[in-house]
């Protein structure tokens, strides 16, 4: 187990990261007390894989979307001199 306190986290955060990667238990301590654990993330722990087109064709934008909206736009910035 490896405990390093907050500065050398913020200076050695990529090789910290590449050991906790490799298995190693690594704390990071501030004030010399344990605060966080670098743990790495495994497939699958609710990252979703983001997919180029998949919602193509579930999504319906109305032809009138860009169109003003006179009563929002009142109530944001006020009634129109």
Known sequence: MTVVNMLEA???LSKLVARAEAGEDVIIARDGRPAVRLTPVQPGD????RVAGSLKGQIVMSEDFDE???????SVYGEAE
């Open 10 to 12: 913020k200076t050695q």
């Open 46 to 49: 609710g990252w979703a894989r």
């Open 68 to 74: 003003p909206m006179p009563e929002l736009e009142a």
